[in-house]
């Protein structure tokens, strides 16, 4: 058995346990106020995590590119309140055009 083999298993293994220990975690463990308010945040900064990594990160090195410009742009729109569509459609215009004048 090679060692990717043997990492997939391992991994396997590890993601069964992670969900079988979590359903087997008592209820009035969970809604604790503290919990609550954890779970509530974890999706919030994985995505604002995910944003940053795929904005001013190319393979190993920082940069600055039209990607910026897009993120810049939806925050504006989203300080203004716009519809979600809409800042995603001026995200990416935004991008597209900074890509190809620059």
């Given amino acids: 058995m090679s060692a990717i083999w043997i990492a997939v298993l391992g991994a396997s293994l590890t993601a069964f346990l992670n969900k079988y220990i979590g359903h087997s975690?008592?209820?009035?463990?969970?809604?604790r106020p503290v919990f609550v308010r954890i779970n509530a945040l974890v999706p919030i900064v994985l995505l604002s995590a995910l944003v940053g990594v795929q904005t001013f990160t190319d393979e190993k090195e920082i940069v600055i590119d039209q990607r910026a410009a897009g993120v810049f742009v939806?925050?504006?729109?989203?300080?203004?309140?716009?519809?979600?569509?809409?800042?995603?459609?001026?995200?990416?215009?935004?991008?597209?055009?900074?890509?190809?004048?620059?």
């Fill in 25 to 31: 975690v008592p209820e009035k463990w969970l809604n």
């Fill in 74 to 102: 939806a925050l504006v729109a989203l300080k203004f309140k716009a519809p979600f569509p809409l800042v995603v459609i001026s995200a990416a215009i935004t991008s597209a055009a900074v890509y190809n004048w620059f």
